[in-house]
């Protein structure tokens, strides 16, 4: 059932020899020893031609030349951030010429899916039962009509009758006891009553010892918002009693299993497809609302809908990051070494869940007695979903920039003090993460003493260590077949939200076969194939679907070993393939062309299969990102420029450095953007959502854009069968609390909210004179 | 319909006492007089804005020369060049992500300078050579440009990537061999969500210094 390996793994410059029992299907790792021909190379996505031709359809491309008489599908949502709707009137939107269906969701409180499927047979003039809206956006109804114009004309023509109720937005405001309530029949906006709490040690006693020196400091995020370019929505159609869909989503398996359970179909009755995706970024799990309502649409009108979301809506209900105000005391003695930390925080994830931060206070550094609190606070404002590395880059920023306000306090080099309090790992890659970011950001020519530089624009320096779970696991499955012509095609479920996931299935299996990569199509992102594999998130894809497929061709390469062994004179055992040839090992002469081989199976296509075996115990340990950021602000403006950052990455074997590399840029590019431009707005008065769009919501942008340099640790961990850890999250994590601990090192006064815009900037630097 | 006069260099097309003085003749509502295409294009003709043909409010033929192709679809006067070709045309290169002028992944070029196909009407996109992603290769021959892309990896999700591309080309065309600031201001109206943007300058430099 199991076998036992040796292999090399940690960090090239520091490799521990290990003994390994693995499951006996389960592959020997890829490790320090291992000469890949393909992996770890620069190679190009191999979906990158049609992107830049513009041939890569997405959900948002599908349109009446691929389905005759397609509608389009646009949701009525309200105005007002918490109001009872006593009436929709949708009967002039019915009578204008061109709708063709139009469904109220007019009972219950919040979106009801699953009122959907008793909506379908009513006449929609019927008594309204009345329903409650719960933030200004939430779904009130939906109309299909012939085109877009006409379907926006109809939300023009619902007569809606609300009556407003009191209403909340600010989580700080909604703590109060006087707050209006969120939730019907709630006693308290604080959901589950109270907050989430989690103590290692004794914290209450580790605060008594009298050798400490400790900082307390309160620190705030706003919410921010996904705002991936190709906005939520897909196409759906159906054909008899089973339903076909095209979404643009990061599991298609959730969201099929979601449209089954509400729709009361078989899950096979169901395909949901996603060839290319626009962005996810976490807010695209399940079939939310879009999905339901394209398909109640579908089903009532009779033709293929098609509904994606707007930019403004798309902004106000399909997603964000919570808030956080956080509160952190941290203590350390005297040498340096962290002693203890009480942290609570605080946030809103609108009308649900998920605004806890404290991952980063457990993970990233070593500390005896911790004690965290959480809790999410109810808002009239829209739902949170996911936002790559949920609650980390908050609890970083809070935690990060304490970590620095200690070292001062304590009279150490910030990087010291973090060397001081490494957590205990089988290998650990900071020091040579801190020593690689030091040397290229030039540490040593940062301000000894914060605010230190004269003139009105003054340069700093700052780092923070960011850290992310290897999350991969079972289960995933795959299939790799070999055709008669030599050609492969690796399937698998999971989709490529624009990560590369395509391409490093491609290149697993073009590894492990030892072909040319040319001669590996990959099929991705489609239900029908049954094959399982988990959403992409959590910085899971790669980790978990990468040692299925692995599993599948080597399955794949066996059966075609037993193919060529007697042409070969030779038993299977003895065969190697590498560089599209299948040869003996023993004597690498004798050798068959792979294309000749294969040519020997007649018709019908070998096929390999592999699962996602377990992790291996013992060696579970998190990816890092370390982060450095040169700064220059100005004193008078109070504009933060960002010259330089330095973005070391560590996350186990790299299957296409390219392809790693952009990931690096992208999670850092999206930390700076936190950390320096976004907000979403709320109207306090209104409870509306002020800057539901591009140009008042700010994403960075290539005028903003400062030299990145990626720096890639090629380390392997034994955890799965590829040596890798997952890499979407880590990079994300830091970037916004070493920009903080920059502009503190640069004037000499602390930051203590994001984002770093120019007013934050000017209020510190006015509180620091007259303080 | 006349031959529309050249607009001078950096107007919109109207003058401030034209819209003001057609605003008090329909009695301070914008006619439809006033969104014609002449008076958008032509800019002042020295005639009436009452003289302009109305189109509309149904569906009108609207005929549109693209990447060198001629397309004849029918539409109503407020569909956008964008939702014209992505919708009516098969053209789903260009990208609708805020539909407002503020993200670039609707880029096009409109007699050689980059246009936001979302801030154009397809019936004022009549007359004018347009060029889309869908046209910069030649055939399977791709475009310094689109391989460079390739080759840097100047793309990850993909849906920023057709507006950036015909961003750079419009600048291509024009300045051959731009400094970093130069491109840095050409791309200034796109924006990435996946943070692409240090590969892109890779790319462009790398076609910029050929």
């Known amino acids: ?165 009191p209403f909340v937005v600010d989580h700080e405001e909604a703590m109060r006891p006087s707050a209006p309530r969120v939730h019907k029949g709630e006693t308290t906006n604080l959901a589950g009553g109270k907050p989430e709490v989690k103590e290692q040690g004794n914290v209450a006693q580790a605060f008594k010892d009298p050798d400490l020196v400790i900082y307390e400091g309160t620190f705030r995020t706003p919410v921010v918002l996904h705002n991936c370019l190709e906005t939520h929505g897909c196409v759906a159609k159906w054909e008899g009693d089973k339903l076909k869909v095209w979404a643009s989503t990061q599991g298609v398996f959730g969201f099929r299993d979601d449209l089954a359970k509400i729709f009361n179909i078989p899950a096979h009755n169901v395909q949901v497809m996603t060839e290319h995706m626009g962005g996810g970024f976490g807010s695209k799990f399940g079939a939310m609302q879009y999905g339901p309502l394209a398909v109640a649409l579908a089903k009532k009108s009779g033709r293929p809908v098609k509904l994606m979301y707007d930019r403004h809506e798309e902004n106000l209900a399909s997603g964000n990051r919570p808030s956080a105000t956080m509160h952190i005391k941290i203590a350390a003695k005297k040498d340096g070494t962290l002693h203890a930390i009480d942290f609570q925080s605080y946030g809103t994830a609108g009308v649900g869940t998920g605004a806890g931060t404290s991952g980063p206070i457990w ?53 010291d003090f973090r060397r001081k309090n490494f957590v205990g790992q089988p290998y650990l890659p900071l020091e040579i993460m801190y020593k690689l970011g030091a040397e290229k950001i030039g540490w040593n020519q940062r301000n000894a003493r914060a605010g230190a530089g004269t003139g009105l624009v003054k340069r700093g320096i700052g780092m923070a260590t960011g850290v992310w779970g290897n999350y991969g696991e079972p289960p995933a499955q795959a299939m790799v077949r070999i055709h008669p012509d030599g050609t492969i095609e690796a399937v698998i479920g999971t989709q490529d939200i624009g990560t590369g996931t395509r391409t490093i299935v491609g290149v697993i299996a073009a590894e ?115 982060q450095f950021v040169d700064v220059s602000v100005d004193t008078e403006t109070g504009l933060v420029k960002v010259n330089k950052v330095v973005s070391v990455a560590e996350s ?57 340099e990626a720096v890639i640790i090629d380390d392997v961990t034994p955890y799965n069968s590829l040596g890798s850890k997952g890499l979407g999250e880590p990079p994300v994590v830091p970037t916004a609390a070493a920009l903080a601990n920059a502009v503190a090192n640069a004037l000499g006064v602390r930051l203590f909210e994001l984002p770093l815009t120019p007013d934050h900037v000017l209020d510190a630097l006015t509180a620091q004179k007259e303080g | 319909m006349d031959k529309p006069k050249k607009r001078p260099k950096g107007s919109s097309g109207i003058s401030r006492r034209h819209f003001l003085r057609s605003v008090g003749v329909s009695g301070g509502m914008l006619g439809p007089s006033v969104l014609g295409a002449a008076a958008l294009v032509g800019g002042t003709t020295g005639k009436s804005p009452n003289d302009a043909p109305t189109l509309g409010p149904g569906a009108v033929p609207v005929k549109l020369n693209i990447n060198g192709k001629e397309f004849r679809v029918e539409v109503e006067p407020r569909v956008t060049l964008l939702d014209a070709m992505r919708e009516r045309m098969g053209l789903t290169g260009a990208k609708r992500v805020c539909d407002r002028g503020e993200c670039g992944a609707c880029t096009v070029l409109v007699e050689g300078r980059p246009v936001y196909a979302c801030m154009m009407l397809a019936v ?82 790398e076609v910029s210094k050929a």
């Open chain 1, 363 to 415: 993970m990233t550094y070593k500390c005896p007695n911790v004690r965290t609190e959480e809790g999410d606070v109810f808002t009239n404002a829209g739902f949170g979903m996911p936002f790559r590395a949920p609650g980390f880059p908050q609890g970083s920023f809070a935690l990060d920039q304490a970590m620095d306000e200690l070292a001062g306090m304590l009279n150490l080099d910030p990087l």
């Open chain 1, 512 to 626: 492990e076969l030892g072909v040319p990569l040319e001669t590996v199509k990959v099929n991705i992102g489609d239900t029908t194939s049954g094959l399982t594999s988990p959403a992409s998130g959590g910085s899971m894809t790669l980790t978990s679907i990468g040692p299925a497929v692995r599993q599948a061709a080597f399955d794949a390469k066996q059966k075609l070993f037993k193919l060529a062994a007697p042409a070969l004179k030779t038993q299977p055992e003895e065969l190697e393939s590498r560089d599209g040839k299948i040869f003996v090992k023993s004597n690498p002469a004798r050798s068959l062309p792979w294309a000749r081989v294969a040519a020997k199976m007649g018709t019908t296509p070998i096929a390999g299969h592999g699962e996602r075996e377990q992790n291996l115990k013992g060696y579970d340990q998190p990816a890092w990102a370390v």
């Open chain 2, 124 to 205: 004022d996109a009549q007359g004018k050579k347009i060029a889309t992603i869908e046209g910069l290769a030649s055939g399977l021959k791709l475009d310094p440009l689109q391989t460079a892309f390739i080759k840097h990896d100047a793309l990850q999700c993909g849906f920023c990537t057709p507006g950036f591309l015909m961003a750079l080309k419009g600048l291509l065309l024009k300045n051959p061999h731009p400094s970093r600031e130069e491109v840095r201001l050409a791309i200034s109206g796109n924006v990435c969500r996946c943070g692409t943007y240090p590969k892109i300058f890779a790319a462009v430099s």
């Open chain 1, 1 to 165: 059932m199991s076998k036992k390996i040796k292999a090399k793994v940690g960090l090239p410059d520091d490799p521990k020899i290990v003994e390994l029992e693995i499951a006996d299907r389960e592959l020997p790792v890829w490790d320090l020893d291992y000469k890949p021909s393909l992996v770890g190379k620069d190679i190009p996505r191999m979906d990158g031609q049609d992107k830049v031709l513009g041939r890569a359809k997405y959900t948002y491309d599908v349109g009446p030349q691929d389905l005759p008489g397609l509608l389009y599908g646009k949701i009525l949502r309200s105005v007002y951030p918490h109001a009872r709707v006593e009436s929709i009137d949708a009967s002039k939107a019915l009578a204008l010429p061109g709708v063709k269906a139009v469904i109220t969701l007019d009972k219950g409180e919040g979106f009801n899916a699953e009122q959907l499927l008793s909506v379908m047979s009513e006449d929609p003039n019927r008594p309204p039962a009345g329903r409650t809206v719960l933030f200004q956006g939430e779904e009130i109804a939906a109309v299909a009509a012939e085109s877009e114009e006409i379907a926006e004309d109809a939300l023009k023509l619902f007569e809606v009758k609300y009556r407003r109720l």
């Open chain 1, 652 to 708: 186990g074997r790299v299957i296409d450095r390219l392809t790693f590399e952009s990931q690096v840029n992208g999670g850092t590019i999206m930390g700076l953007s936190y950390g320096l431009l976004e907000r979403r707005t709320m109207d306090r008065l209104e409870g509306r959502v002020m800057n539901p769009n591009l140009e008042d919501y700010k994403i960075l942008g290539p005028q903003e854009m400062p030299e990145i």
